[in-house]
């Protein structure tokens, strides 16, 4: 009986933990259920770093590969000429891909000084060369090659130890590989390069490093059935070492962009400006022309922080999170215009972050009387509150709201200023109007977007 009784427990106890491991099907639909972890949400705010031997030549940019001798259409085949022996290969730039003055600690603490929640660091891009020593790279990496070193543990380690989310980039694919390439004119029938490239890198870079993100790249040649990307996905919600913690994007094989994974990107640079209900990501570029970094950038290229600050308030209020991206140079230097533009965000969400982190679309996300101002809300707050930040600071000291409605315990306050709350009035037909008392300069909370923290409304 006692025998029965255990055997009867062994059953119930593997089932149980089949039941678990199983929990998500390699389907999209299974898959597309599993909620996204809250710490994803509340971020709002991440870096993207795209560092690679295409930090080597910085021309045009981290294409620059393809556009050299794929396209062979543009002007890198020229600066190649003119700059180069005959024979150079981009295997050369390898060894000048340097990194001597890369310092892992630093850029996380520029990262947390930015105020960002997490990064994603571009493990391998479509060149196919790994930033950590994979086995499955064939000396193309970051410890036989160039650096000799483990460029991607030393930023896990670096950036965990600060507190931010650890996540990773990495391309299915590769432009010039032979095994991808041989799949290719196969029709995509055959699966070498993913059975001995892509997907084990995934499973070394997951078990190795623990990534809370995975942002796949590389997807647009071949449908996710090729990819196996359900079969690696299941894997990462049900067994991996974050299973509990880690997010995906939605770069999984033809047409699955914008409609399956855990966050959407749906295009680089993407900023609907009006409410996405499942949430998505702004994948962004500080230089407008390239996500990697270019000898011969203008200032011109570079976008201000207020535009910077116009597309993090407005994705956030559209129930989006931004990642901004920075390139360093093949020596591990993030040079000073880029983290002048952190700094900027940084200072900027010191003060404002209440308005930020944390919250969530309201009923409305821009006004419609006043053009520039953006709505967030924070329901978990004691009181609940909702924000309207405004780009520009309101003409005549009075900002007139169309979408809050005003009751008689509403009190208006301007986040990161230490002054009496704000007078007010109902607006005709509908809304608020707030006037802003004269602010010595010195008081001025910040330099740029202003949150007018509102309590107390009706709705």
Known sequence: MELHKSLLFFILQFLTIHSV?????????????????????????GIFIHWGVFSVPSFRSEWFWWDWQGAKSND?????????????????????????????????????????????????????FTNWPSKYSWTWNSQDLGPNRDIVGELANATKSTGLHFGLY????????PLYLQDKQNSFTTQDFVDRKTLPELYELVNNYKPDVIWSDGDWEAPDKYWKSTDFIAWLYNESPVKDTVVTNDRWGQSVMCNHGGFFTCS?????????????????????????????????????????????????????????????????VITPIYQERLLQMGSWLKVNGEAIYGTRPWSYQNDTVTSGVWYTQNKKSSPAAVYAIALSW???????????????????????YKGSPFQWKPRSPSGITITIPA?????????????????????
């Open 170 to 177: 990495h391309s299915l694919f590769e432009w010039f590989n």
């Open 268 to 332: 680089d640079r993407y900023n609907p400006g009006h409410l996405i209900k499942h949430k998505w990501e702004n994948a962004m570029t500080i230089d407008s022309q390239s996500w990697g970094y270019r000898r011969n950038t203008n200032i011109q290229d570079i976008l201000t922080i207020e535009e910077l600050l116009e597309q993090l308030i407005s994705t956030v209020s559209c129930n989006g999170n931004m990642l901004m991206n920075v390139g360093p140079t093949h020596y591990g």
């Open 394 to 416: 309101p003409e005549s000291n009075t900002l007139q709201l169309a979408a809050p409605v005003p009751s008689a315990i509403t009190q208006v306050t301007l986040v990161g």
């Open 76 to 128: 890198t085949v020229e600066f190649m000429n003119k700059n180069y022996p005959p024979g150079f290969t981009y295997a050369d730039f390898g060894k000048q891909f340097t990194a001597e003055f890369f310092n892992a600690a630093t850029w996380a603490q520029l990262f947390q000084n930015a105020g960002a929640k997490y990064i994603v660091f571009v493990s391998k891009h479509h060149e196919g």
């Open 21 to 45: 491991a199983s929990q998500y099907l390699p389907t999209w639909d299974s898959l597309d259920s599993r909620p996204l972890p809250d710490w994803y949400d509340d971020a709002k705010f």
């Open 439 to 459: 602010i010595n300069y010195n008081d001025i909370p910040c330099k740029w977007a202003w949150a007018f923290k509102l309590t107390g409304i009706k709705n």
